[in-house]
């Protein structure tokens, strides 16, 4: 059935005579949609005109599209007869986006081929990538000696101690090459982007006093490497957030409007998924009513956070070889699992967030408390009782304990256990890593 109007993925053209312009709304709508239905003999508003047919009149439409939309595009071309006269239905798909029609990219709005932004064309190029590894696996003209050796020393040890690295540290040459990050004496990308001594990380850190940003009560320009810049970050986090005040016990602790472990996960995403360039930076900022992280390079087309949260998507590594030496000291806990960390503690807490790609990377905003309502919430009654903070400390020194273990060390129901571990819960003290059935409580604080 012939479609009553043009629309994103429809267009009509009078005749074969503006077979040019055709064409470029025929890739237009590829760039949309990854799809796209162009029909000739059809007036702007819907009515059929009629084409006038030659022998070649079809090869010619179908030689116009292969030879001026690149890359290659094979059309699906029909002749049909409508109300006694011809019409050609031209219909392409096409997911090796973007596509150019005589040399420029068009992109569809509405029932309109408008030519792409030079943001959006590298929009379209960074998305198609699905990882940076040949950038990360190009070599430098630096060796070893631009090395932090001792915060290859404390990594290495830091690996030792979580399991994840199964050698002793000797020298930097011999660790760089276990860990993949030389090739005949001299740096790879990811080599100097994680260990060297040469800054090679601009991080954007401010705070600003409104929401506009018109002005900022403080603005840093941090530079370092990777692992400096994780932990900059996480400082001014901790630094500029606002706290509140609970009594655990006979102590007082301190706890933050957002948890910091999810923060902090958001962090280290953005260095692992980044997409470098001269002109990149990350960046944090912190408004009245978000915190917001930034970094250069996209999230998948077409994937949201939720997909890989959810496991409908297997993880994808941006930058591989950088992810694998951050998961080997557990600065990634395990692959493909940082957003559902992040979406669980945000929903246990009650904190909203959002997300989103701009023109040139990919940003996460936590909500904030309004002031006030953390003003009114210092000091808070959360007092535990001595089963309570016995089981706390429990699981504070006993990794991995069960809570059969707990029942027989406190000497008490597992109905009373269970009431305590949800009391430690829902005061954010503790949280379940893993299923009900093979997981564990760790201690948050």
């Known amino acids: 059935m012939l479609p009553n109007k043009e629309n994103e993925q429809v267009e009509f053209k009078k005749s074969t005579l503006e077979i ?47 030879t001026n939309i690149k890359p290659l595009v094979n059309p699906k071309i029909t002749t049909l007869e409508i109300d006694g006269k011809n019409v050609i239905e031209v219909e392409a798909f096409g997911e090796d986006t973007p596509y150019s029609a005589y040399g420029r990219y068009y992109i569809r709005s509405d029932d309109e081929d408008n030519q792409m932004t030079n943001k959006q064309l590298e929009s379209f190029f960074m998305d198609k990538n699905l990882d940076y590894s040949k950038w990360e696996n190009e070599l430098t003209e630096y060796g070893s000696e631009v090395i932090d050796e001792q915060l290859l020393i404390d990594f290495v040890n830091r690996g030792n101690e979580v399991g994840r690295i199964n050698f002793n540290y000797r020298d930097v040459d011999d660790t760089l090459k276990r860990l993949n990050l030389t090739k005949n004496g001299k740096l790879k990308n990811a080599g100097i982007y994680l260990f060297s001594t040469l800054k090679p990380l601009t991080l954007k850190l401010a705070v600003y006093p409104t929401d506009e940003r018109l002005s900022f009560i403080d603005n840093r320009i941090f530079k370092g ?78 994937k949201s956070p939720e997909d890989f949260a959810s496991g409908k998507e297997g993880p994808i590594a941006r930058n591989p070889l950088i992810n694998t030496v951050l998961y080997l000291n557990k600065t990634i806990e395990s692959f493909g699992t940082g957003f559902s960390r992040v979406f669980h503690i945000c929903e246990r807490n009650n904190v909203k967030y959002t997300y989103g790609n701009t ?11 309004p002031y006030d309502a953390v003003n009114e919430s210092i000091d808070p009654v959360v007092r535990l009782s001595e089963t309570e903070t016995e089981i706390l400390n429990l699981i504070r020194t006993v990794p991995g304990i069960r809570k059969s273990v707990m029942v027989e060390r406190v000497g008490k129901s597992p109905a009373t256990v269970q009431r305590a571990i949800k009391k430690l819960t829902d005061a954010n003290l503790i ?15």
């Open 20 to 66: 040019k312009q055709g064409v470029v709304s025929l890739a237009s709508m590829l760039n949309k949609s990854g799809r796209g239905v162009l029909y000739f003999g059809i007036l702007n508003d819907g009515s059929v005109f009629g084409q006038q047919m030659g022998k070649d009149t079809t090869r010619d439409v179908s030689t116009a599209i292969k």
């Open 225 to 302: 490497n990777i692992f400096e810049c994780i932990d900059a970050a996480y400082k001014y986090f901790t630094m500029n957030t606002r706290w509140r005040a609970v009594i655990v016990g006979m102590e007082r602790v301190e706890v933050p409007e957002v948890p910091v472990e999810a923060v902090r996960e958001i962090i280290v995403n953005s260095f692992a998924h980044m997409k470098v360039n001269n002109s990149s930076f990350n960046e944090m900022y912190i408004t009245p009513t978000k915190i917001h992280i930034y970094n250069p390079g996209f999230l998948v087309k077409g």
């Open 359 to 369: 023109e040139f990377g990919f940003y996460f905003e936590f909500a904030r408390s």
């Open 431 to 445: 949280e379940r890593e893993g299923s009900n059935k093979n997981g564990y409580w760790r201690a948050l604080k």
